[in-house]
């Protein structure tokens, strides 16, 4: 997809902020980097996390209510990453895990068939390109000491494989019946052709997937309540609904084994892209793997005395490109003019406050007043067990503001010399003044109130 210079150019300050602020570090920078690795920063890392904890603990409970007023179970797998061979083997992965690839005979660089570039051939004129093949995106590697073919083992290229290997094993101990659901997050692996647009295609990556078996026939109606949920996750994650879209795949497109495939599409600057697919993948897994191995039995419904293998509805989203849907749908500027008259470029990053990194941030006015520092340390301690607090005493408060603003914090909270009964406001309680990232206002509040102000506004 052509990429005009307005969207790269908003790709590269999504990029600078990240980098400037901590969130994404391209992977062993210091060396000159590798090419579709990158590393979490202290804020990127905790943005992860906080989205990872989200799915987790919405999704992982008994007791879920589905569409016709059921209750089911979802329950949590964390698997290895290398696994057996022979399980890529029965799924299919070792002999068609693969992308379509060309070479340019000219200036020598590869290109995925199916995502051809529309610039020019370096060395001059159109590329020269050669037949296209197909390469496995799967990263080999060995266990063991020795290095022969016995001993190939691959780094995972999905999670989904190990939870349908478990299957029989998650059924026999967790008492559920169908529907019900097995989740899992883990690191994935693929040796794409071409990693790009800064963590959205990358070589290793996270997972957040869903296995969720269902009664043959029902795949459908799940499928389509998996969609609106799976819809609505994203929005409480603070993104905006019409940068959200659904896309079908057409029947022709389908793999061989989906009966239907939906894919949740973010506008990311570069275009309207995967976010998360959602398959209904019918029995085709478990019978693979029944047939390969031997120890997947039939599943017994008590209700109807019938014996199934359950089909599956799989919604599967990637846990760096929501990242980067969060830091594109979040990265916002606003021209302010300063007390100087003058214009300046306010960069906010307007999280949610259930994702943003940081939920809190406290100053004391000036750093070198002990009376003002000892007072906002007490705040500090006040809020920590409820909150993600970061404490701020450098520079002047405006440019602590800036600094926050472009980790997304969405309050900050100033210990000042009316808090300490010093200033003009001889309060009869101590206050402190609270500013919004978004509004920009500040207002006063007692100390003993603030708890409980910023668990209504935060929505914790
Ligand atoms: P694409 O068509 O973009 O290569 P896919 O359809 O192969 O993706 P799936 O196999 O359905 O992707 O994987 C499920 C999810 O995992 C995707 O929706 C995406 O969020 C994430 N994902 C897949 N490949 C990558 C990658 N190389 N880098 C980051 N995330 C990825």
Known sequence: MAQSKQQQNLLDKITAVSKRRGFV???SEI????NGFWDFGPVGAQLKRNIRDYWWNTLVRNGHVGPDGQKFD???LDASIIMSTRVWEASGHTTSFSDPMVDCRKCKQRFRADLLPETKCPSGGDHDYTEVRDFNLMFKTHVGPIQDDASVAYLRPETAQAIFVQYQN???VSRTK???GIAQIGKAFRNEINPRNFIFRSREFEQMELEFFVKPGEEDKWHRWWLDQRLNFYSELGIDR???SIEWHPENKLAHYAKACADIMFDFPFGCQELEGIASRTDYDLRQHANHSGKIT???????NERYHPYVVEPSA???RTVLALLCNAYTEEVLTNAKGEEETRIVMKFHPRVAPVTVAVFPLLRNRPELVEKAETVFQLLQPHFRVQWDDRGNVGKRYRYQDELGTPYCVTVDFDTIGQGELKAAEETVTIRDRDTMEQIRLPISELIGWLKEHIGV
Request: aromatic letters at 18%; hydrophobic letters at 40%; zero cysteines.
């Open 25 to 27: 570090f391209q992977s």
């Open 31 to 34: 060396y000159g980097g590798i």
């Open 74 to 76: 979802i329950v949590g």
């Open 170 to 172: 998650v059924l026999t």
């Open 178 to 180: 169908v529907p019900f």
């Open 242 to 244: 019409d940068k959200l």
């Open 298 to 304: 039939p599943y017994f419904d008590a209700d109807t």
């Open 318 to 320: 990637g846990l760096d």
